[in-house]
């Protein structure tokens, strides 16, 4: 009789893991692939831009490029040139679609004298400061 209790607990155990098991074996399944999905979203890359320009200074007037390359975005996403002035960006009348590559060029034309601060927008990205210094020049030269 001392051993009946023992044999009736160790019955019941064995009872209880065997009707968890499947359902214990199911939550483990999904709690498995929820932090495998939370990973792959946020491994995604983001779109990230590159701008240089081919001058640092110009005369007014002058005509120089922004080039740079766009990566993470699909061919011909718009990217436009924007400039600051005083403490907010403002879209300039220049924009062009990536290439098939991922880069673009710009062709820039700034009267505004002295230093520009020039970035590139598109696709979710913004590139990088880009200084061009644009000096006054009378039309014979400096």
């Known amino acids: ?36 999905t939370a ?15 081919t001058e640092s200074a110009v005369r007014a007037s002058q005509q120089f490029r922004i080039f740079g390359t766009a990566r993470h975005m699909p061919p011909g996403t718009p990217v436009t040139l924007q400039q600051r002035q005083g403490s907010r960006w403002v879209d300039l009348p220049a924009t062009v679609n990536t290439t098939p590559q991922g880069t673009y060029t710009l062709r820039v034309v700034l009267d505004f004298k002295g230093r520009n601060s020039l970035r590139i927008v598109g696709g979710g990205a913004v590139s990088p400061i880009v200084y061009v210094t644009v000096h006054h020049c009378p039309i014979q030269g400096c």
């Open 1 to 36: 009789m001392k051993y009946a209790p023992v044999s009736g607990i160790a019955a019941l155990a064995v009872l209880v893991g065997a009707l968890a098991g499947p359902a214990a074996a199911t939550q483990d399944a999904a709690a498995a692939t929820a932090p495998r």
């Open 39 to 53: 990973v792959t979203a946020a491994a995604t890359p983001r779109p990230t831009l590159t701008a240089q320009a």
